[in-house]
Structure formats: C-alpha cells, structure tokens
C-alpha cells in the first residue's frame, strides 16, 4: 500500500482563481512529480523534483509552479485557473535508487476551471 | 532517447478471455520494465516489474517477460476477470539516461465483459 495522498481528490472552481494542488509521502522517497493526464488516458510529465529545494520542467510545458520545501510535500500552483488547465493530476514518489524506480502514485487531482 | 509503444485500444473481451496486451521499447541502456494499472477513478500502481533480460514479473495472473532481443515486454494473462477492467501502462525506468525518470506508453483500456 503506497502513502502516498492528494488533496483535494476533485475541484471545481472558476477562471482566474489561484490554486494549490497537495501531494504528501511518508516513504521518505527521494523523487516525486506531477503529471497531467488526458481524457484520453496518456500521461504527460509536467514537473519532477530530485530532492528538497530541486525542482524541474518536464516534457510538457505547463504553466503551473512547483515547490519542494521538504521531502515529504511537493504542491503544485496555478496562480490564474483557466478551462485549458481542466485535467487529471497525478502525483507519484520513487526512491530514487539506481534500480528500483517503481512509481508510487497518490489517487489524483481532477480539477475542472469553469 | 527513450520511448514506449504500447497496443492500441480499447480492448473489449469476454470473461475467462485470454488477455495480451503489447508492449515494445527504445532504451540507449538497460533499463527495468513496468506494467501499471489504474482502475477507474484512482491512480496508477504497479502491477508487475522486471529488471533484466529474461526476468519474468508477475502478479494477480498476470505475467510479462523481458525480451532484450524483440525489445518487449508484453502483458499476458490467461483468464481475464470482469474485475481486471481498467487502464494498463508499460513503462520503462533507464537509469543511465534521463536521470532514472519513468517513460509512460500511451495506456491500453480493457473492459472485460460478462
């Protein structure tokens, strides 16, 4: 059983309004990052961070902002909510080491900008 | 780089079906192998892993073999259940290359009917 959560599970709010997407790990895992998925089911890495005060883009541009304060919480922001930002968001954590590099994933963020 | 091509779906079978679901990959090192699932309104979580050539990963019936010479990676299980109905990735961790991050196929949606 992965521990990893997010908050909230669903969201619906309107155009303009800033959001924070959470995601907590108690693994201790090194790694974490967001994805966004499509309805079509593929997943796009939009932010990935190493360790505390690491943070990257992915391979899809978002115009979203990361921090990674501690270890254990790496929330997502969206300082202006527009309907293209309607989507699923997932937040997944691995340890890091060279071969283990399972995924854990918390349940996703589906948010809806009105 | 590094990709995952992954069958098409969706894929619909009967219960008690035989399931193959399959999966190729491009990888500049030697990378482990991962087939996740994600039921309906929840997060990916891993269903089975392989680290080198030749390792058969398995769980919950399912089974997938890692074939360096076909670059495969193909998930089989010889019973479907109406239970195992979701989306199922392949996906590919090359730690020498891209910094140990996962690379995601594009997903395949079973729905196994009774």
């Known amino acids: 059983e992965a521990d990893i959560y997010q908050t909230p599970r669903y969201l619906v709010i309107g155009t303009g309004k800033k959001i924070t997407l959470e995601c907590s790990q108690t693994?201790?895992?090194?790694?974490m990052y967001w994805y966004q998925q499509d309805p079509g089911m593929e997943l796009h890495l939009i932010h990935y961070?190493?360790?505390?005060?690491?943070?990257e883009k992915g391979d899809l541009s978002s115009e979203s902002t990361v921090s990674r304060i501690r270890t254990e919480h790496f929330p997502l922001t969206l300082e202006s909510a527009r309907p293209s930002h309607t989507s699923q968001y997932l937040c997944?954590?691995?340890?890091?080491?060279?071969?283990?590099?399972?995924?854990?994933f918390g349940p996703g963020t589906r948010l809806l900008v009105l | 780089g590094n990709s995952v091509t992954q069958m098409e779906g969706p894929v619909t079978l009967s219960e008690e079906a035989f399931l193959t679901i399959n999966c190729t990959y491009t990888a500049t090192g030697y990378p482990s192998l991962f087939w996740y699932v994600q039921y309906p309104g929840e997060g990916l979580q891993l269903l089975l892993k392989?680290?080198?050539?030749?390792d058969k990963g398995s769980n919950k019936g399912f089974e997938a073999t890692y074939r360096k010479e076909t670059t495969s990676f193909h998930l089989e299980k010889g019973s479907v259940q109406v239970s195992d109905s979701a989306v199922y990735f392949c996906?590919?961790?090359?730690?020498?290359?891209?910094?140990?991050?996962?690379?995601f196929g594009d997903g395949t949606t079973l729905t196994v009917k009774p």
């Open positions: 997944a954590s691995s340890a890091g080491q060279e071969i283990q590099e399972t995924q854990y």
């Open positions: 996906a590919l961790s090359d730690p020498s290359t891209n910094a140990g991050k996962s690379t």
């Open positions: 961070s190493y360790g505390v005060n690491s943070t």
């Open positions: 392989a680290t080198k050539a030749d």
């Open positions: 693994m201790g895992h090194d790694k």
